[in-house]
Each structure stands twice: as structure tokens, then as C-alpha cells.
């Protein structure tokens, strides 16, 4: 096996730099003709020039003396470079020479013009000598000797290449190989070690043996004092266990995601309570956000638990299977690593149902009228000063409705308080059927005095106004008592709107109750709105 992996190490090393050395081959090929055929180029430029010097102060002497025989030489001279396809040589006062190395061809020309001078009067100029050499020649010659030149250039890599292999494989991969193989034969407690080669000793595979020596060293000891202390912690797990699966509460241990890492009996017969299908596990999902209905809550007792460093506890409501509701209290810590990073989350759980049931009957009982079943005085103020403020953050309006009830001591005093009860009642069921129910509430005051508050009521009087004539036909209609008599009665409502007439409840309070008796000046069984000035 472990000589299989070094050979496919090997094979892939050679792979990557053969591929790596033929990139880098092309590379340098490129790079070496693009400079080589540049240098060709110019090299062939070179020696134009120097041909033209050579004949230079003939050319001039033909030129003064209008001497065909030497300008004919010096052409001929010319053109006896291949690159050279045509030379002409005229001069100021009408000489004119011209030859064409092969009339036939229409080669591609570049042309130089060199200046001709009196060889009397070397400033004068006489004439020009007009050179054109055959671009597909000296392109030709250029690309030959570049290839020539790049292909040397890339068998010297290839072959560098090939000796720094063939020393690396002797000097670094045998020796590789063959520790490779000796280290795949040994385990921890088989008592044998790696061999550290004389020649090694001193460097890195050397040194690389030593360290698997010293960690085989290292593991024979872990291994030795495992054994040694695994019956201790086997019997402090089986005694610690007792009390963990004894003990009355819940206990669970979560990972910083959530997942459940361990837990009690306790935790999942009795205070959870929730059977788990195919489709969620609480080792590899949120275990927090399975078992609570806010697990937002849960998370920021967490959260404040690390950044304190303490436990943090508070009642939480727990899913459950049929709806009922069910209550724990939970107590959260946090561990950390030697990093400061959270690493497990503690849980304590223990079922507080019957005492929130306790204490929600008590504040039940404190906010609900006993005989309508609706808010009493404490807890209309308790929704109308949170409606308040949600109202300022959401920027909404709030109306309040103030219902006194025309009639009603009539009613007490001609058919009895048990018939006033009962129409008490009656108005309590209409005004609830008239509200919007999941913003607005009704509520009793006491006595005959009911409120109702609309929360988000339009910008306008409009809602308001089609609220209090609805209330107002409502609670007009005659109302039927068991003795077979019908009570009537009427109402007086005054209306007062946050912002527009207070931001506070007194004040809004104190605006309907003017408003009300308004309506009641005037003649009852209608609606007011409290007066436009604003109050605070």
C-alpha cells in the first residue's frame, strides 16, 4: 500500500513538472525567437550597412564623374548579398543607375536611401544610393536562425531538467520511499522503530525519522497511561451517571450550533416531551429551536451567559405535541476553550407549568371582569398605555372610545340589578363583535361605563365615526331578559385620537370624558369627538 502511494506521488510529481517544465519550455521558445528574430533583423540592417560604407566612396566617385563602368562595380558588388534585390544610384545632375538582382520576381522591398557626396566638397551632396533589400529573405534567414537558437535553448531546459530529476530521485526520493514504506509497518506497541540511515543522520530525512521515533515514543506512553486511568474513569462515569440519569431534572449539553450533544432521561420522557420522526434529529439540527417556542429568547440567554461568564435563567415555553401549553424553567451556561471560544452549552430544565398556570390565572383575575369576562379598568390601561407605544414607534394613530350607557339605571331600578347584570353582559358580547379583534379591545370600566380602544385607526375621523354609529344602532336594540321583558337602553360615546388630542392616556382619557358628556348635554344616544386643539 504504502509503496503504491509513493509511486503515485512520484508519477504525479513527475507529471506536474513535466508539465510545468513543457509550459515553461514553450515560454522560453517564444521569448527566444521573439528576441532572436529581432536580433536577425538587425544584424541583417548591420550588414547593409557595412556593404554600403565598403562602396560608398566609389558610389560618390560614380556619381561626380557620371562613370557607368565603376557604378555598374558598384552594384554588382551590392547585389552579390542575397539579401540585397535592387540597387540604384543616381546622382544630382541626371546619372542614373539601376539594377535588379532577378527581374522576374516582384519580391517584397524595403528600401534605404543613403546620401552621396563630392569627393572634392564633402558637404555637397550629389547623389543618393537607394538600397532595397528582399524583406522575404532576410525574414527567412531571421526565422531560421531563431528557430535554431530556441530549440537549443529548450533542449538545454529539457536536459537540465532531466539531471535535476535524476538527482532528486537518488538523493530525496528513494530514501523517501524506502522511510515510507518502513514507517507503514509500524504501530504504536509493536516495539519497533524507524532505522536512521549513518549518511542521514544529519539531515532532513534523518531528522524526519527521529521525530516518528520520538511520536511512536509518545504514543506508547499516551497509550500505557490510558489503560491506567480507563477504570478510573469508568467507574467515576458509572457513579456520575447514576446521579445524571437519577436526578429530577433535565440536563442537557449542546454544541455552539445547537446540536444535542448529550442528555438525561429526564430531559426527553418529562419535560420535553416531544417524540422526534425520520425528518429531524436533535444530534445534527438546532435542538434549541425544536424544543422552545421562542428560541430567540433561549439564544440571547446564551449569548448573555458567554459575555458574562455566568448562568443565566428564565421561564420558557416549550413545544408541545397536542397545544397545550407547558413552562420550564431553564438555567444556560457557557464553557469556553483556551481560545475564549464558546465550546459547549449547559442546560438545566425543570417543569414550571403548574406555577405559570398559577400565575396566569392570578393575572387573569386581576385584569378581567369577573362578570362580563372582558378587561376591567387595569387591564384596558395595560393595552392602551403598550398601544401608546407601539403607536409612537410605529407612527399610527389610536382611538379611544368612551361608552357610558343611557338608561341603565332605569333599568337597575325597574327590573332589578340581576336584569342589569344581564344587560351588562349583552353589551359586553356586541361591543366584542364590533371590533376589529386582533387590534382592538373592549373593555369595562366599571359600573355602566365601557371603553373601547382601536389601534392603527386611519389618519382621518372616518373608521372611528362608522364604529361609534355601529356601536351606537347596536346597543340601541332592545335587549331580552329571561323573565321575558326587554330592557333598552341607549349610549353616550366621546372619542378622543392619539396624537391629535394627547399622547398620554390621562389625557385621552380626560378628552373622551368631555366628549361624552357633550353628547349627553345634547341629548344622549349619539357621538362626540373631543375638541381639534391638541392636549399633551
Not at 45 to 66: I, P
Request: proline letters at 3%; a negative charge; charged letters at 25%.
Amino acid at each position: 500500500m504504502a509503496a503504491t502511494v509513493i509511486r503515485s506521488l512520484q508519477y504525479r510529481l513527475a507529471a506536474v513538472v513535466s508539465f510545468g517544465l513543457l509550459i515553461f519550455a514553450i515560454l522560453a521558445g517564444g521569448i527566444t525567437f521573439y528576441f532572436e528574430f529581432r536580433a536577425q533583423i538587425a544584424a541583417a540592417d548591420d550588414v547593409q550597412r557595412q556593404l554600403v560604407r565598403t562602396v560608398q566612396a566609389q558610389a560618390e566617385v560614380a556619381a561626380f564623374a557620371s562613370n557607368a563602368e565603376i557604378a555598374k562595380d558598384v552594384l554588382e558588388g551590392l547585389l552579390a548579398n542575397e539579401s540585397i534585390a535592387q540597387v540604384r544610384l543616381t546622382s544630382t545632375n541626371g546619372f542614373d543607375q539601376n539594377k535588379r538582382r532577378d527581374e522576374s520576381r516582384r519580391e517584397q522591398l524595403v528600401s534605404t536611401v543613403y546620401a552621396l557626396h563630392s569627393p572634392v566638397d564633402p558637404t555637397a551632396a550629389i547623389g543618393e544610393l537607394l538600397v532595397s533589400a528582399d524583406e522575404t529573405v532576410v525574414r527567412g534567414r531571421a526565422i531560421r536562425n531563431a528557430i535554431g537558437n530556441s530549440l537549443l535553448h529548450v533542449v538545454q531546459i529539457f536536459l537540465t531538467a532531466l539531471l535535476l530529476g535524476i538527482v532528486f530521485r537518488r538523493v530525496v526520493g528513494r530514501p523517501m520511499s524506502r522511510l515510507a514504506q518502513d514507517l507503514a509497518s509500524i504501530y504504536p506497541g509493536s516495539g519497533k522503530r524507524l532505522p536512521v540511515e549513518e549518511r542521514h543522520a544529519r539531515d532532513e530525512i534523518g531528522l524526519l525519522s527521529a521525530s516518528a521515533n520520538s511520536l511512536l515514543d509518545a504514543a506508547e506512553r499516551a497509550l500505557n497511561e490510558e489503560r491506567e486511568l480507563r477504570f478510573k474513569v469508568e467507574t467515576m462515569e458509572q457513579h456520575y451517571r447514576r446521579i445524571f440519569e437519577s436526578t429530577n431534572v433535565g440536563i442537557m449539553v449542546l454544541q455552539p450550533g445547537g446540536n444535542l450533544i448529550n442528555s438525561n432521561p429526564i430531559l426527553m420522557k418529562k419535560i420535553v416531551g416531544i417524540h422526534f420522526d425520520g425528518q429531524y434529529t436533535p444530534e445534527s439540527e438546532d435542538f434549541i429551536s425544536a424544543i422552545f417556542v421562542q428560541p430567540e429568547i433561549a439564544w440571547a440567554m446564551v449569548s448573555e451567559a458567554s459575555a458574562r461568564g455566568r448562568a443565566v435563567a428564565a421561564d420558557l415555553q416549550l413545544k408541545t405535541a397536542n397545544g397545550k401549553p407547558r413552562w420550564a424553567h431553564c438555567i444556560l451556561s457557557v464553557s469556553h476553550d483556551g481560545k475564549g471560544r464558546m465550546e459547549l452549552i449547559e442546560g438545566v430544565l425543570y417543569d414550571v407549568t403548574a406555577r405559570r398556570e398559577q400565575e396566569e390565572d392570578a393575572r387573569k383575575r386581576a385584569e378581567i371582569d369577573a362578570l362580563t369576562r372582558i378587561p376591567n379598568r387595569h387591564g384596558c390601561e395595560l393595552f392602551i398605555d403598550r398601544s401608546l407605544r407601539h403607536a409612537g414607534d410605529d407612527n399610527v394613530s389610536v382611538g379611544l372610545m368612551l361608552i357610558d350607557l343611557d338608561g341603565f339605571k332605569a333599568v337597575n331600578d325597574t327590573l332589578g340589578h340581576a336584569a342589569g347584570d344581564v344587560v351588562l353582559v349583552e353589551v359586553a358580547n356586541r361591543l366584542r363583535h364590533l371590533i376589529r379583534r386582533s387590534t382592538d379591545l373592549v373593555g369595562r370600566l366599571g359600573g355602566d361605563e365601557f371603553v373601547v380602544i382601536a389601534y392603527n385607526c386611519g389618519d382621518g375621523r372616518e373608521l372611528l365615526a362608522d364604529m361609534a354609529q355601529e356601536i351606537v344602532s347596536a346597543l340601541s336594540r332592545p335587549i331580552p331578559l329571561e323573565s321575558g321583558e326587554v330592557a333598552q337602553i341607549g349610549a353616550s360615546i366621546g372619542i378622543s385620537r392619539f396624537p391629535d388630542h394627547g399622547v398620554t392616556r390621562t389625557v385621552l382619557f380626560e378628552q373622551a370624558d368631555q366628549a361624552m358628556y357633550e353628547v349627553k348635554r345634547h341629548g344622549k344616544n349619539n357621538f362626540e369627538f373631543a375638541a381639534e386643539t391638541r392636549r399633551n
